[in-house]
């Protein structure tokens, strides 16, 4: 690959990342290993890759539409709430919702897959997984646990996750 080709992949713009051919080929390549953990490693693969990807995925995907992680750090858990959604979607990112429950968990609503157009499978609902619980982390500032309850790719009208309390 000439520098002029890395160059590139390396500056594109946010909203047209889904359209790039280097995200095409990363997902393809990321939706098997993703497969391969759930294969070899079962349930318990997939709560070792969400908890993983909560840690790195949210502030790297902030840091990338440029959103800057500081100003959540003073505002309240329902200012929280009401923005992290709309701050991701006004540059690019997913559309989604946030709502407390009155138990105390979070249910995370994803109207669209991003990853649906690269991959049929169910892996990369790990990584939307790993980012809600991320998200559920960043607002609660406690350990969390994430419960896929449906996804768009395995036909479900929406992508919804509840996060609670992670249990001792």
Known sequence: MENSDELVCENVD?????????????????????????????????????????KKIPPEMMKALGIDLSMMQNATE???????PKIIASKGGPL???EKKDNGEYRFILHECHFLPYSKTKG?????????????????????DIEEVQTIAHGGEQCEFIARKKSD
């Open 124 to 144: 990369f609902c790990n990584v939307t997984a790993g980012l809600m619980l991320g998200f559920a982390q960043m607002l609660t500032n406690e350990t969390m």
């Open 96 to 98: 989604f919702e946030i």
């Open 14 to 54: 946010t909203k047209c990342v889904m359209e790039h051919i280097c995200y095409k080929y990363a997902a393809m390549v990321m939706s098997g290993l993703i497969e391969s953990i759930d294969y070899f490693a079962g349930k318990q693969g997939h709560k070792v890759l969400r908890r993983i990807l909560s």
């Open 78 to 84: 329902q200012e929280k709430i009401d923005t992290l």
